[in-house]
């Protein structure tokens, strides 16, 4: 079991032990950067995840955020693992057939793509994954 003091350690180490599902799928998961905070939309907004896109920071990377309202690791890494199929497209087609297509080829199911979240099959992996990463320091 990892120990991570902070969310973003533990996140960042999330994205490394998920990339493994991304690859076997043929997806190649660029360098992201990871935190918690709220949406774009704001507070009051229905949206767990925000992935930005390499040309909105300096430094050309996808920003992924997650709510800070979300505590359980399970949770938190399925809405990483659908800001990471964002940041596979680099946030180019929202939640069309490009994102579906890779979606749904790394485990993430849902009638609407929009709140895509994982399968039976990925949620036992990423549930593997946080018990190997420990206590989601939140």
Do not use: Y
Request: hydrophobic share 40%; charged share 20%.
């Amino acid at each position: 079991m990892d120990n991570h003091i902070t969310r973003e350690s533990w996140l960042m180490a999330g994205v490394e032990r998920i990339t493994p599902i991304f690859a076997a799928r043929g997806h190649v998961v660029p360098q992201v950067r990871v935190s918690i905070g709220w949406p774009a939309s704001g507070q009051r907004s229905s949206h767990i995840g925000e992935c930005w896109p390499t040309s909105r920071s300096d430094d050309g990377v996808n920003q992924i955020f997650i709510v800070p309202s979300l505590s359980d690791a399970v949770q938190v890494l399925d809405v990483l693992t659908h800001e990471l199929v964002h940041a596979v497209d680099d946030c180019k087609h929202g939640h069309g057939k490009e994102f579906k297509a890779i979606a749904l080829s790394v485990g993430l199911e849902g009638p609407r793509m929009r709140s895509a979240s994982a399968g039976q099959l990925l949620r036992g992996r990423l549930t593997a994954i946080a018990a190997a990463l420990g206590p989601f320091p939140h």
